[in-house]
């Protein structure tokens, strides 16, 4: 059995998302980061949860994160710093508009981690936070991207999720 780490968005929205992945991927040993703004009205604390994710990391011998939205900043942050280093690394809704707002430079950010690890974007076609099309435009070809439908940022289609996410990660549990 091996390792996957979960990382929700940054609302208590997410609280229910990161529970339904947990319940998706039960055949693996979880690991769950709980955002410390999701239980208060603050903003959320990049640094803060980045330590958290390193420590349950340096915990692992190999282990794949699952991200979704903010999760992959903090994901990302991660490992352009060389803190972590993932076996694999699955985004859901990569929030680029959110990262062009804020002067994140996400394109050279993403693929210099994807020297570094394997990287797979799922992607809402009419993703609020950074539409499929967008969110293609800045990736290099090393990066699997799949598009899928929606308009939400949700990603709450769990079982058409977990099958594409199988699909990347292969054999990982054998």
């Known amino acids: 059995m091996k390792n996957i780490i979960i990382l929700g968005g940054n609302s208590n929205k997410n609280i229910n998302w990161v529970y339904e992945m947990e319940k998706m991927f039960s055949n693996y040993n979880i690991y769950s980061l709980k955002y410390d703004n999701w239980y208060n009205d603050k903003e ?39 803190l972590i280093n993932p076996k694999k690394v699955i985004v859901l809704g990569l929030p680029i508009y959110m990262c062009y707002s804020d002067n994140i430079d996400i394109k050279s950010i993403v693929n210099s981690c994807s020297m570094k690890t394997k990287i797979m974007i799922i992607e809402q076609k009419n993703d609020p936070v950074g539409s499929s099309s967008d969110v293609l435009k800045i990736l290099n070809d090393d990066i699997k991207f799949i598009e899928i439908e929606g308009n939400d940022h949700h990603y709450n289609n769990y079982l058409e999720n977990k099958k594409i996410i199988d699909g990347f990660i292969g054999g990982y549990s054998d």
């Open 44 to 82: 959320i604390d990049i640094e803060l949860e980045l330590t958290k994710l390193i420590n349950i990391c340096n915990k692992l011998d190999d282990y794949i994160i699952i991200c979704k939205s903010i999760g992959s900043i903090i994901t990302f942050n991660g490992i352009i710093n060389n």
